[in-house]
């Protein structure tokens, strides 16, 4: 099973600016889309912003259109999550997400969580 790693979370102000990365490991590996989710305990979790496999197509959700911005280095299934301007209702974990070509079909892989807080 594949793991996707995840790093860049922590405190930041509000105001500021923080950047996300997430790494699906392995040569091997064939990605689709990527991008990431958010979570708040007790709610569900939410699209944050997605990039297709040719980075011409990307979504955002539209609390952090204008905001956020999501990239990725294809050659190593690499994906980024520029935040700035961060608010304190950004605060949440934040998962990352991967359509991984498994066993002929593609499947859907997350990651473990980071944790970003954004203090007022």
């Known amino acids: 099973q594949v793991h996707l790693v995840e790093s860049g979370g922590g405190l930041v102000q509000a105001g500021g600016s923080l950047t996300l990365s997430c790494t699906a490991p392995?040569?091997?590996?064939?990605?689709?889309?990527m991008g990431w989710h958010r979570q708040v305990p007790g709610k569900q979790r939410d699209l944050v912003a997605t990039?297709?496999?040719?980075?011409?197509?990307?979504k955002y959700g539209d609390s952090v259109k204008g905001r956020f911005t999501v990239s990725r280095v294809k050659a190593n299934n690499t994906v980024f999550l520029q935040m700035n301007s961060l608010r304190p209702d950004d605060t949440a974990v934040y998962y990352c997400?991967?359509?991984?070509?498994?066993?002929?079909?593609?499947?859907?892989?997350w990651g473990k969580g980071t944790l970003v807080t954004v203090s007022s």
């Open positions: 997400y991967a359509e991984i070509w498994n066993m002929g079909a593609w499947v859907d892989t």
């Open positions: 990039i297709s496999s040719s980075t011409r197509i990307t």
């Open positions: 392995g040569n091997r590996l064939t990605t689709n889309t």
